[in-house]
């Protein structure tokens, strides 16, 4: 079965800080990774998503994430924060089957 | 702009009254999904449809819930004799084709409270 887990349910930085949120994925097949972003009162959008073809994902918005088979990760980064990225970000993963299986989030908060 | 689309946007609801929650999914999408979202917590897989094919309800927390896309396009979620713990928002989304290949669209979601 596969799960996912995201390490900090808030996390801070400063405005022009690096972001990282961090995602630990469990899975028997090669999975399917994927970050979606969630601001107040809208629906979820898709980030990015890894689907074997480069370890390295660019998304929207200077996102990018990096898929790590040894460490099981897939952890998203962006180099400097901007106020608009304070939302709710979800990563999510997915074998195969039509299901995305999502962790509890990570909120993100950006401090000018 | 031509979204997803779910009605009611917040539903009240005391318990042991069913309840029933639409979806509009974007025109021409195949794939269309439900999701329930706790507060605090990661949407939850209830059940997925292809048009209007039923292939997966294996989310479906018990027998009170139920789910139909009769001809393909609009989806209804039924809640029957709501329960205080099926106070939750709950996620409709639509794609093109199946989930890992084809970016999931998320409506904004029913925030259903149970009295």
């Known amino acids: 079965a596969q799960s996912v887990t995201q390490l900090g349910s808030h996390v801070s930085v400063s405005e022009g800080a690096l972001v990282l949120l961090r995602c630990n994925y469990s899975?028997?097949?090669?999975?399917?990774l994927f970050w979606y972003v969630q601001y107040p009162n809208q629906g979820l959008q898709l980030l990015l998503k890894?689907?074997?073809?480069?370890?390295l994902v660019k998304g929207i918005n200077g996102f990018e994430a990096e898929f790590k088979k040894s460490e099981t990760s897939f952890h998203l980064t962006k180099p400097s924060a901007h106020m608009s990225d304070a939302a709710e970000y979800f990563c999510?993963?997915?074998?195969?089957?039509?299901?995305?299986?999502f962790g509890t989030g990570t909120r993100l908060q950006v401090f000018p | 702009g031509a979204g997803v689309s779910q009605s009611p946007r917040y539903k009240v609801a005391k318990r042991g009254q069913d309840v029933a929650l639409r979806c509009d999914p974007i025109?021409?999408?195949?794939?269309l999904f439900w999701y329930q979202q706790a507060l605090g917590q990661g949407p939850e897989f209830l059940t997925y449809?292809?048009?209007?094919?039923?292939?997966?309800k294996s989310g479906l927390p018990s027998d009170r819930f139920f789910a139909e896309r009769p001809e393909g396009s609009v989806s209804t979620l039924k809640i029957q004799r709501t329960q205080q713990e099926d106070s939750a928002v709950y996620l409709c989304?639509?794609?093109?084709?199946?989930?890992?290949?084809?970016?999931?669209?998320f409506g904004n979601g029913t925030r259903l409270t149970v009295t």
């Open positions: 989304a639509s794609s093109l084709g199946r989930s890992y290949n084809s970016p999931l669209h």
């Open positions: 899975s028997s097949v090669p999975p399917y």
């Open positions: 890894y689907t074997s073809a480069a370890t």
């Open positions: 999510a993963v997915s074998d195969n089957t039509d299901k995305l299986i």
């Open positions: 025109s021409g999408h195949v794939s």
């Open positions: 449809f292809q048009n209007e094919a039923q292939l997966d």
